[in-house]
């Protein structure tokens, strides 16, 4: 659920932030950079939601040192086929991206928090 939360904040606040950045000249090399980094991170988002759904489908836990490839793969093939259904596909890659996004953004703010 914090997933959610936080991955509806960074997908809509993350494009306002942009524009707003748009507005002065100086900024504008800035704004195209967190768009870049925007779109990576909507792909990266859809591999971490992948490994989790193959982690759960194979029953496996999340803080076991095997290899992730296995769940990696099972996770996107289960994600493609949900995603190719008609009339669902945009609402499921969406959930998607937002889950993910809620995901990676929590992870890389525990990183960063335990630097400090």
């Known amino acids: ?5 936080v ?6 606040g993350v494009p306002i932030l942009t524009l707003a950045s748009m507005i002065f000249i100086i900024t504008i090399p800035v704004g195209m950079i967190i768009i ?14 992948g490994i989790l759904l193959g982690n759960f489908l194979l ?10 490839y296995f769940p990696l793969i099972v996770g996107m093939i ?9 009339y669902l596909d945009f ?7 937002i889950l993910g996004m809620g995901g ?13």
């Open 36 to 49: 870049a980094l925007y779109f990576i991170m909507m792909y990266v988002a859809k591999i971490y939601i």
């Open 59 to 68: 029953k496996r836990q999340l803080d076991n040192e095997e290899s992730f």
């Open 1 to 5: 659920l914090l997933s959610f939360g």
């Open 104 to 116: 990676v953004v929590i992870y890389l703010y525990s990183l960063c928090k335990e630097r400090i």
């Open 91 to 97: 609402f499921i890659s969406y959930f998607i991206s």
């Open 78 to 86: 289960v994600i493609s086929i949900v995603s190719s259904l008609p």
């Open 7 to 12: 991955g509806i904040i960074v997908l809509l």
